[in-house]
């Protein structure tokens, strides 16, 4: 059950994608491509990459995107110790302002380990 906000936070980014993508519009899914292809493992690990998308997304304070890094991390298999460092250089790079998405941030992932 703590993965309860996972499961239908990804059923709805799936069915938001899915009307995207209806268009048909190649800009787009080249885009949506693009983004996927760039967290697969090469000279940095797949756990890495995500631990970077999470950091950045926090800085850019996109709550969609945390949420779906801290799940993406998660699966990788991302300790909690691991989880709060990232917290911590997200909070350093982008300051306070970071702090009410750093406490949704910490709410989400620890719900991932109950």
Excluded at 47 to 56: H, W
Excluded at 68 to 79: L, Q
């Amino acid at each position: 059950m703590a993965d309860k906000w996972k499961k239908k936070f990804n059923a709805e980014r799936t069915r938001l994608n899915d009307l995207v993508f209806s268009s048909g519009n190649l800009g787009i899914k080249r885009f949506f491509a693009l983004d996927e292809q760039a967290y697969h493992e090469a000279a940095l690990s797949a756990k890495t990459k995500e631990l970077m998308g999470l950091t950045a997304s926090m800085v850019l304070r996109c709550p969609d995107c945390i949420a779906y890094h801290i799940g993406k991390c998660h699966e990788t298999g991302v300790t909690k110790e691991e989880f709060y460092e990232a917290f911590n250089v997200a909070l350093i790079v982008g300051g306070s302002i970071i702090i009410p998405h750093l406490r949704i941030a910490a709410e989400k992932m620890e719900a991932l380990f109950d």
